[in-house]
């Protein structure tokens, strides 16, 4: 196994692990981590590829997005509310603190976050999911 394989197997690895934390704590992005995951097994080992293709985890966050490149409204919804509410949290103890330079900056990436999911990210429906 060459070099490269093996990084490539380390990284899929690792941005799995982080994923799946991402799932159960919605401080860290699930979906760019399984993308990264898909990226790295593809490039490392068409076993694990398949592998990780074929899981629940994939099929339930990842498989609309990469198959139709668009989410569900309900998955889109799912996300803003998370970082919303996370960002919300971050945003209000930064202000109480009256640090109004990063309110700023945390305002205007939830601002282009929102932008992105909405106008960016194609919303489809739930028979296309079925097809």
């Known amino acids: 196994?060459?070099?490269?394989?093996?990084?490539?197997?380390?990284?899929?690895?690792?941005?799995?692990g982080l994923g799946c934390i991402g799932i159960a704590l919605p401080i860290l992005p699930t979906v760019p981590f399984f993308l990264a995951t898909v990226f790295f097994f593809a490039n490392s080992s068409?076993?694990?590829?398949?592998?990780f293709v074929g899981t629940k985890m994939y099929k339930?966050?990842?498989?609309?997005?990469v198959q139709k490149k668009g989410m569900l409204m309900q998955t889109k919804l799912s996300i803003m509310c998370t970082v919303t509410l996370l960002m919300a949290i971050g945003f209000i103890m930064m202000f109480r603190k009256q640090i109004y330079v990063p309110?700023?900056?945390?305002?205007?990436?939830?601002?282009?976050h929102v932008i992105y999911f909405f106008f960016g990210v194609k919303t489809i429906k739930c028979e296309e999911t079925a097809e």
């Open 46 to 51: 068409q076993k694990l590829h398949n592998w």
């Open 1 to 16: 196994m060459s070099i490269k394989r093996i990084v490539f197997v380390v990284l899929g690895c690792l941005c799995l």
């Open 103 to 112: 309110c700023v900056i945390l305002a205007i990436v939830w601002i282009c």
């Open 60 to 65: 339930k966050h990842l498989e609309s997005y």
